[in-house]
Each structure stands twice: as C-alpha cells, then as structure tokens.
C-alpha cells in the first residue's frame, strides 16, 4: 500500500523527492528505490520494492556503512533520520509540552521524540550537520545552514515541548504549514518592560475582579474564572492583533465561565452596573414604559446577560464590542453569533470578512460533547455562511461540571473536533501569561491572514467548584488537593517578573493597589449608579414593544409593480437553456402573473420577495434545498443544462437602498444539513437589522425539532429574558398528502403555546 503518498503525509514525501532530485545521498536507500521507480513510470502501488538490505531473509552485499561522525555519513540516509526526527517534533511535540499547571498526568513524552530511535546517540549531540536542501522547509530549517545535533533538539523541544503545543500537521495545504512554522520555530522578540507591564496589569485586573467579588459577595455563585485568569490578557491581545489587521467589529459569545470578568475586563460593562446586580437592584422603568406596561425583561442570571462597547486606541482606530446574551445551553450561542457576523460584514460589502470577526469561547466537556460545536465549524468555508475565520478559545479547567475528561470524551484532546476540518490548533499552559499572549496573538495574525477558523486551548483549572458554593473534594479530592496549595496566575507572573529583573515587587504592588482602588470605588458608586440606555442596537431604536400597539399597515402594492416583478422572475438572459419541463413552467407563470389569476405559492412567493427588493429591503432565504424547493415548486435559481452556469432571476431587481441607507442584497442559500445551526445562524443574521426579509425554510415542517433548542431558548423568549428583538420569519410546509406521520406536521400547537402569554384568554 502506498497510503502514505496522500493526507499530511504528501508534504513530507513530496520534500523527501526534492531532496532526492538535488541529491540521492540526502536520503535513505529505500527512498531512492521508490523516486527512481516513479521517475521510471512504475504504476501506483508498485513504486516502492525494499532494496535488499531491507527485504527480510536477504543478505546485503554492500560494506557497512559509515560511522556518525565521519566524512560520507550523510549519503547513507543520515539526513533523512534527521528529517524523521525534525518531523516528529512537529506532529507529536505537543504531547511532551509542559501544559497541565496542575501537573495532573505528568507525560514524557512519545518515544518519536527520542534520538535513539532514529539511531543517533550521546556521541551524536556535538556533532555538526549540514542542513543544505532543507530550504523548502519553513522554520528553524529555513534559516539556518549548519548545526549541532544538541543544538537542534534543544530548540525543538523549547519550540515545541515547552508551554505551548502546537497542531498543524494535520492541515494540507503546504504554504498554511511553512507559515506556522516560521512563527513556531524561530524564536520570538522578547515583550518590551512595556508590553510585560500591559500583561501583568491584565493579569491583576482579571484576578482582582475575581477576588474582590469573592470578598464582597461570599454567597453568590458567580462562575469566576480563577485558576484560567490569563484568559482576559490573551482575549485582549487578540483584540489588539485583530484591530491592526483591520478589524473593526467582534461579535463574541461565551458561556457562564469567566463571564462576568469578560464584561468587566474586555467589553467594559460598568463594575457599578454588575454591583448593583449583585445587590439585586433592576433597572428602574421609564414613564414610557409604565404607560404602555411594558415589563419586558424578565430578567436572567447575571452571567447570561451581554452588552456592547466601543473601544478607541491611541492609534485613533476603533473597535466595537459586542457580548451576545446567552441560555443555559451550552455552545447554543454559537450559530447565532456567526450569524449576527455574517449579516454585520454583508451590511458593510466586507466579502472577505476583514473589517468583523467572530469570537467563541467554549467550556472544555461542552466544545467536545456538544453536537453544535461541530455543526457551526461545518459552516466555516461554505459561501452562504462563511465569516473569514472564527477565533475559537477553549477556557480549558480540565473538567465538566464534575465529571473528568476520560469519562466525557473519547478523543485525546477535547478540541479534537477541530482537525476534521484541518483547524490549526494551540494549546497553552494558562499560567504563563506571556507564553498566552503569543498564542492569541498568532492567533489572530493567523485568521487574518487566511481567514479561516483557529482554535486555541487554554489549560488551566478551575480553583472552586462548579459554582463558588459547591464541595468538589465530594468528587476530586487529588485535583483540588494540588488547587489548595498552586498559586494564583498573577502571584506566578509576579515572581518570574521580579526573578528576572524586568519589575521591583513595590511596581508591581502598585498596579495592584490602582486595580483594588478602582473597584472599591465602583462598589461605593454602586447604590446610586444610574444604567445607560445602551441596550437595543441603533437600527432596532423605535421598533414597538411587545404590549405597545401599532398601526395596521398595508402591504399590498400596486399590480404594476407585480408585473414588472414577474417579468423580472420569468426573463432569461440571451443563450440560457433551462431544462425543458421548466421552461414550460415559467411560461405557465408568466400568464398566470399576467392574467392574475391561479397563482400558486411559489409564485406569491417571489412576487413578495420581487417588491421587497424594489423597495431596498434585503431578502435571505436559507434552508436545505431552497434553491429548487423540496417540493420542486420554487426555481429561485435557474441552470444552465449545457454551460451548467447560474442565474438568480430576482437579482435583476437589486440596486435600490433601505430606509437606513443599506443597498438590498438577495441571497437564495441551500444550507447544509442541520436545522440547529442554520437556524441559529440565521436568528443572529436577522438581529442586525429590521429592514430586511430572514427566513428559515425546513425541508418539511416535521423536521422544525431539529433546531428546538434556538425556537425555545432565543426565538420564543429572547426578548423577554434579554431586550433582543428578530424579525426572522420560519417556513415549515407540512400538510396530510400521503406522505406519513413524519412528512405531516410542524406542531403548531407547540408554537401557539409559545406565543399565549395571557393566562386569561
């Protein structure tokens, strides 16, 4: 079998040939058997025959080979071991990396890593060797022409063995490789005395927010994100990297871990504001919402309320960020915050998705347990749905809840998932904050410069239980027995700051002592604090409440404008050749639109969708096979049968603009296949903005269940529990033609119970 020829295998083989071609001597024999049987046009899976001295029960006439050391040894395959070394490094290295804090499960190491295996020995460390033709491997290779066998270990065990672990082999585009590799390798500039006090004062306002809440309310759960406090630091320097690469716009969403450090820290929430939540003080109504009765906002927990900040650099670039609220249901947000990303960057014309990012924060059981998870990252690269790259950060504490990583997951790794889908992925020690900085920042130079998904683990721990008031010595006595005794992340990055000269510890007790005045000074503010009205998003200001009533409005429109829709809907450019039975079809409708009379469905439909385009509104219509319709009733984009190209016939009508100044845009997408994450998806696009058409499409009104938890936890209580209006519309056909109890009904009666809030009607 030649199986190693394809998948990440192909880049080793294909420099293994380039070496040979420059040099035979640059490989192992048995490689120079096989490239000079490919050179000679031997058949797939009958390149490769073992030279003799490989073949078992033969025996090799040629002399021994040379000793380590002396003149000739690399023309018996000496490179070629290096090479098998060097690439160990790079695939397993992360296995021997130093990124457990609490040092749980203490790994040597594969035994890949080992230079024994590859028959070097001590002997071997001081020797010099030429890496001539090694060049087309980015890196430390890249860059360097000679070296010492100890020398090359060394920097590959500090490049990949250390506090970070890198995965990228798995990814098979070549250029992706050499590009990580360049920053893997080669050896980083030091942070400035600068840069390090930006990342301490990060560290401090992360554990002292934490502390001080602990101090203050002792008996409230607040989910606190001690023992992964480096979290803020590395999230603030994505947002930093993000912002010089052009980006203007992070949708973030999180679970309840850390989150309230992340609106005080990052999104800038007032501290007065999350007090005055811990006192059980609500926002008071206004006189226009006691006239109308609006008591909507019913309210949530504390960690599942979002807000939104812009944020300015001395450089004068701006940055607004945005928090989506969120249910108790893990990773349900995500769909919905791809969404909203999508629908801010097609609102801007961004179609490389440069100027809006997306940021996901994920709990460790819940991003490998959760079906979501691997439904959103499906989305990542297709047309419809593609965001130019998702910024994934696991908030790793090596546990769920109470349960431990070999009873929840069946993978090494729970960002595992990531590979499927050839994600580069970096793990990293949480409690060395600078080693977590380099890893968010490459993170964001990495999807800015490819725009695709990139995931970093962040391992830490979790100092108390699930919540502050629960006992986990009840269920892991060795883990919180190593908890009790670690040090907190900010008196570790003290120490080594302090060891290495950059800082006094009086400097670095004074960033600490301005964080704790700050946050005294916010709790004495509390009581009296009064909330900004900063909740609804500009373009939904003057849109009704519930309670409050509106004008019934027309929508119909005049019969000419129906006519030069359906001209529009039935014209085909010069040469297109439909399928003959649908040319049928399109001249059935253009009379029908003509005499206005029989129209069907579809028709209606388009009709609608036509004169909302006339009128600069924006029309989405998502859902698997929407395109044609299940029922082959729609025919909103057409096929050539001979040149096999595309055509939309309502993109005709594009060209005018929105009340709020936004062209109309049309976008007709057949969806994977996943109701979950394509609603989602689609209730985040719809919240952006009011003046335009989202819809969701089931295939059959029966498979609507497929995405219940987006109906039950956002569409049908979202605004209620958090202000968040939509106007996603859904379609759900069903109907009794024949086709069974599973083709036949959509449960209406679920979603009349959703929307009956009167207790006496």
Known sequence: SEAFLTGSSSVYVEEMYRLWKEDPGYVHASWGVFFRNVDAGAAPGAAYTPPPDLQPGVTSTAGPSPAAGTAGADTTGVSAR?????RAFQVRGHEAAELDPLRLAASKGPKELDPEEYGFTAADMEREFSLAGFEGIAGFLGTARRAKLGDLLKSFRKAYCDKIGWEYMHIQDR???NWLRERIEVKPTPYTKEEKAQIFDRVAFSDHFERFLAQKYSAAKRFGLEGCDSLIAGIKATIDTSVEHGCSDVVIGMPHRGRLNMLSNVIRKPNELIFREFHGIQAALTAADDDTGDWSGSGDVKYHLGTSFDRTYPSGQKVH???LANPSHLEAVNPVVVGK??????????????????LLLHGDAAFAGQGIVYETLHMAALESYKTGGTIHVVCNNQIGFTTLPHQSRSSQYCSDVGKAFEIPIFHVNADHPEEVTRVFQIAAEYRATFGKDVIVDLIGYRRYGHNELAQPLFTQPQMYKKIATHPPVVELYKQRLIEEGSFSAEELDGISARVWKLLEAAYDAAETYEEPESWLDSRWKGFHSPRQLSAIRSTGVEEKALKSVGRALTALPDGFSVHPNLARQLKAKEETIEKGEGIDWATAEALAFGTLLLEGNTVRLSGQDVERGTFSHRHLVLHDQHTYEKYTPLSALL???SPSGVPARLA???SPLSEFSVLGFELGYSMEDPNQLVIWEAQFGDFVNGAQVIIDQFI?????KWLRQTGLTMLLPHGYDGQGPEHSSCRIERFLQMC?????D
Not at 82 to 86: E, K, P, V
Not at 341 to 358: C, L, P, Q, Y
Not at 756 to 760: F, G, L, Q, S, Y
């Open 82 to 86: 290096l090479l098998h070394l060097i």
């Open 175 to 177: 250029e992706t490789c």
């Open 321 to 323: 960020l945005s928090l």
């Open 341 to 358: 990303v999508r629908a801010k960057a097609d609102i801007k014309g961004d179609t490389g998705g440069t100027s809006t990012m997306g």
């Open 655 to 657: 060209g005018n603009k």
């Open 668 to 670: 007709i997408c057949n």
């Open 716 to 720: 049908s209580s979202g605004e209620s």
């Open 756 to 760: 009956d809030e009167d207790e006496d």
